[in-house]
C-alpha cells in the first residue's frame, strides 16, 4: 500500500513499504520543470499505516513497526531517518491518502527566445544549430546505411554519402 500527501508549493510525497523497506519519494512540479526522487529506509514490517507531521523545521513522518516507532525527517529535498523520537508536540497532522506513487507527466515542448526544446522525439534547437535524438531523417540515409548528421570530430555538418568529413578530414562510420 502506498500512501500521498500534497506538502504544498508543488511539492508531493508518497510513502510505500516492501517487505522490511519504506521507500519514501518525493516530487515537484512548476512550470516547465518536474524532479523527483526516492530513497529506501530500512525500517521492518509495517503494523499500521504511516503518519505524517508538519513542524517548523520541515515534515516527519512516524512509521510503526514490529520492531518499534521508527521516525524519517523531510526537510526541503532532503530524506533522512532519526536516530531518536523527535517532540511533536507542536507538530500539525497531516492527512496521508491510500493511492499509488505519482507519475511523472510528459515534458511538453518548451521555447525561449530562439531555443527551443522538445523531448520525444528529443530535440533541442537554437538558432541554425540543431541536435536530435531517437529518429533518423530518410532524407539523411544512404544505401550503405545511415549517415551521421555531424562529424564527431569537429562538429561539422555532414552530407548524405559522406565518407570523410569535408571540414577536418576525419573518417565518417555508417551505421
Same mark, same amino acid.
Given at each position: 500500500?502506498?500512501?500521498?500527501?500534497? #506538502?504544498? /508549493?508543488? +511539492?508531493?510525497?508518497?510513502?510505500?513499504?516492501?517487505?522490511?523497506?519504506?521507500?519514501? !519519494? =518525493? *516530487?515537484? $512540479?512548476?512550470?516547465?520543470?518536474?524532479?523527483?526522487?526516492?530513497?529506501?529506509?530500512?525500517?521492518?514490517?509495517?503494523?499500521?499505516?504511516?503518519?505524517?507531521?508538519?513542524?517548523?523545521?520541515?515534515?516527519?513522518?512516524? #512509521?510503526? /513497526?514490529? +520492531?518499534?516507532?521508527?521516525?524519517?525527517?523531510?526537510?526541503?529535498?532532503?530524506?533522512? !531517518? =532519526? *536516530?531518536? $523520537?523527535?517532540?511533536?508536540?507542536?507538530?500539525?497532522?497531516?492527512?496521508?491518502?491510500?493511492?499509488?506513487?505519482?507519475?511523472?507527466?510528459?515534458?511538453?515542448?518548451?521555447?525561449?527566445?530562439?531555443?527551443?526544446?522538445?523531448?520525444?522525439?528529443? +530535440?533541442?534547437?537554437?538558432?541554425?544549430?540543431?541536435?536530435?535524438?531517437?529518429?533518423?531523417?530518410?532524407?539523411?540515409?544512404?544505401?550503405?546505411?545511415?549517415?551521421?548528421?555531424?562529424?564527431?570530430?569537429?562538429?561539422?555538418?555532414?552530407?548524405?554519402?559522406?565518407?570523410?568529413?569535408?571540414?577536418?578530414?576525419?573518417?565518417?562510420?555508417?551505421?
Amino acid at each position: 500500500m502506498t500512501y500521498t500527501a500534497n #506538502l504544498g /508549493t508543488g +511539492q508531493q510525497i508518497w510513502i510505500g513499504n516492501q517487505d522490511t523497506q519504506t521507500i519514501i !519519494g =518525493l *516530487s515537484s $512540479a512548476n512550470a516547465g520543470q518536474q524532479q523527483s526522487q526516492q530513497t529506501g529506509f530500512q525500517t521492518g514490517q509495517w503494523i499500521a499505516p504511516p503518519m505524517l507531521f508538519r513542524t517548523a523545521s520541515g515534515f516527519i513522518v512516524q #512509521l510503526a /513497526t514490529a +520492531q518499534g516507532d521508527r521516525y524519517l525527517q523531510v526537510q526541503g529535498s532532503s530524506l533522512q !531517518g =532519526l *536516530s531518536a $523520537a523527535p517532540d511533536l508536540a507542536a507538530a500539525s497532522a497531516v492527512p496521508l491518502e491510500s493511492g499509488t506513487a505519482p507519475a511523472m507527466q510528459p515534458m511538453q515542448p518548451m521555447q525561449m527566445g530562439n531555443m527551443r526544446l522538445q523531448m520525444h522525439p528529443m +530535440q533541442m534547437q537554437m538558432g541554425d544549430l540543431e541536435l536530435r535524438m531517437g529518429h533518423v531523417n530518410p532524407a539523411e540515409t544512404s544505401a550503405a546505411g545511415t549517415t551521421p548528421n555531424f562529424c564527431t570530430q569537429c562538429g561539422q555538418r555532414l552530407q548524405v554519402g559522406d565518407r570523410f568529413c569535408a571540414s577536418c578530414g576525419s573518417a565518417i562510420s555508417h551505421a
